[in-house]
Antibody, heavy 120, light 111 residues
Framework: EVRLVESGGGLVQPGGSLRLSCTAS????????LSWVRQAPGKGLEWVSV????????HYADSVKGRFTISRDKSNSTLYLRMTSLRAEDTALYYC?????????????WGQGTLVTVSS | QSALTQPPSASGSPGQSVTISCTGS?????????VSWYQKHPGKAPKLMIY???KRPSGVPDRFSGSKSGSTASLTVSGLKAEDEAEYYC???????????FGGGTKVTVL
């Protein structure tokens, strides 16, 4: 069974930094692309970032480009999202999502999310 | 404002059908057959219902179907059940620049 467990969220001041983690199990970690998707309070889903299965390609939404960095650690099957220069509009529930397969752009497994609140 | 446009709400009685639209452009929905639909209940993670316009993942009832015409994709839920009441989101691949775009979501109410 695929399992994705996010952690690392919390309250941070504007301009601050945070690192989110997503521990994966139940599938071959390096074989699948993994994304971060967020949902601000009362808003819809917003794709944030992706890293391909072999880790050689990353993409970012314009809203986070230059501030967020996605990475993964094969040794502990963990996906990370390093967030810097945080803004109030980054406040959201952040989900880790597994892509369905190679060359696909849909997410067949999701974690339960970790909440990030940016406020002074 | 979301990149893909969905109606904010839709409704139907049990047993009826409801269709949700998802309008994009010729840079996303119109350009690629990578439209997906997700069901989201409050407090729960999204669930993939349709991928690559028309395909259903294992375990998703065949009451759920997808289609696309030009830059508009649609999700139809037939034989509505109370458990279908949820928010539904469409998404589309949009090339390496924007990668994946989501719609704003449609709240489906079973009357």
């Amino acid at each position: 069974e695929v399992r994705l467990v996010e952690s690392g969220g919390g309250l941070v001041q504007p301009g601050g930094s945070l690192r989110l983690s997503c521990t994966a199990s139940g599938f071959t970690f390096m074989r699948y692309a993994l994304s971060w998707v967020r949902q601000a309070p009362g808003k819809g889903l917003e794709w944030v970032s992706v890293e391909t299965g072999n880790g050689d390609t990353t993409h970012y939404a314009d809203s986070v480009k230059g501030r967020f960095t996605i990475s993964r650690d094969k040794s502990n099957s963990t996906l990370y999202l390093r967030m810097t220069s945080l803004r109030a509009e980054d406040t959201a529930l952040y989900y880790c999502a597994k892509h369905k397969g190679g060359g696909t752009y849909n997410f067949d497994s999701w974690g339960q999310g970790t909440l990030v609140t940016v406020s002074s | 404002q979301s990149a893909l446009t969905q109606p904010p709400s839709a409704s139907g009685s049990p047993g009826q059908s409801v269709t949700i639209s998802c309008t994009g452009s010729n840079s996303d929905v119109g350009a690629y057959d990578y439209v997906s639909w997700y069901q989201k209940h409050p407090g729960k993670a999204p669930k993939l219902m349709i991928y690559e316009v028309t395909k259903r993942p294992s375990g998703v009832p065949d009451r759920f179907s997808g289609s696309k015409s030009g830059s508009t994709a649609s999700l139809t839920v037939s034989g509505l059940k109370a458990e279908d009441e949820a928010e539904y989101y469409c998404s589309s691949y949009a090339g390496n620049n924007k990668y994946v775009l989501f719609g704003g979501g449609t709240k489906v109410t079973v009357l």
